[in-house]
């Protein structure tokens, strides 16, 4: 990260990827709003891709970016008054809302300002999936399978919701 | 050396996103200075229906049998991704990998057969 063009790009990925997050909540058309949230997963995307976390990214646009984001979008569809102008509602909750970033920001700088950073900088030996893909199948070989009844349990249960009898 | 190929391979990715960006808000600008600004007559903010008369608006319910097919796209979306870790590995994971894929494949061919079974795949 010392190359300093590297750092520009990140300066201007997290600049995109803020803005959008606001968008996200500021905008009153939830359909406008879900469309910056594509913005977001595509910003948080490029920042894995700074982070040498290629594969991580691509799951990001693959996952978030396409499927979550289709699957946001299908549920306003089904809702039942998608396009009025006011359908992302606002509340009078900021104020519970300053207060829980405030103890986010505190307990997050506590955490950063405590840890032991390595000093240099990982070999870069293999890429990023051959590492991703060896702890997936041998280390967290049960997590993976108990995901894929976690996906199971999402399709039974969007069966017996949406079945018409 | 490692980092800066690795980088310098998205930097064309940049590019493709530049040009594309170009593209479209250059095709949005021209058409601000190129199309006649006229008066706007209920006929011209009417949304075009390759000439059918448009019948209410275009925000309406979706039925909830979406739903499934949008759930079922997520799904597959999942395996797809993690398909694709195991496929860079799958000569190092030997059969033990090729075990562990095949118990998460069939778990979700249940489901599909379950989808199935119920009659919610197909379009009556």
């Known amino acids: 990260m010392s190359d300093p ?27 406008r709003a879900a469309l910056c949230l594509v913005l977001t997963f595509l910003g948080v995307a490029g920042v ?16 978030y970016a396409g499927a979550v984001t289709t699957m946001l979008l299908f549920a306003i569809m089904l809702t ?3 396009g009025s102008p006011r359908s992302n509602a606002a509340n009078r909750q900021s104020g519970l809302a300053l207060f829980a970033v405030l103890v986010l920001v505190v307990l997050l700088v506590l955490a950063l300002g405590t ?40 399709m039974v249960g969007a069966i017996i919701l949406a079945r018409e009898d | 050396m490692g980092q800066e190929f ?34 706007k007559t209920r006929e011209k903010l009417r949304a075009y229906e ?26 597959f979306d999942v395996e797809a991704i993690f398909l694709f870790a195991w496929a860079t590995r799958f ?3 030997g059969v033990v990998g090729l075990v562990e894929m095949a118990i998460f494949i069939l778990v979700l061919v249940a489901g599909l057969v379950y989808a199935w079974r119920k009659g919610v795949l197909k379009w009556t």
């Open chain 1, 5 to 31: 063009l590297v750092t520009l790009v990140f300066y201007g990925i997290a600049a995109v990827t803020i803005v959008a997050a606001i968008g996200v909540v500021s905008l009153r058309n939830i359909y």
């Open chain 1, 48 to 63: 894995y891709i700074l982070l040498n976390a290629d594969f991580v990214a691509v799951m990001q646009v693959l996952i």
């Open chain 1, 80 to 82: 039942r008054s998608p």
């Open chain 1, 115 to 154: 840890a032991v950073w390595p000093q240099t900088a990982p070999v870069a030996a293999q890429s990023s999936v051959d590492v991703l893909a060896k702890q997936l199948f041998t280390t967290y070989a049960l997590p993976f399978e108990i995901a894929s009844v976690l996906l199971l349990a999402a």
């Open chain 2, 6 to 39: 690795y980088l310098t391979g998205y930097f064309y990715a940049a590019v493709f996103l530049a040009v594309g960006a170009v593209v479209v808000l250059g095709g949005l600008i021209a058409s601000l200075l190129l199309a006649p600004r006229g008066h």
């Open chain 2, 50 to 75: 390759s000439g059918e008369e448009p019948v209410g608006t275009a925000w309406v319910q979706f039925p909830v049998r979406f739903y499934i097919f949008a759930l079922l796209f997520v799904v």
């Open chain 2, 91 to 93: 000569g190092q994971l």
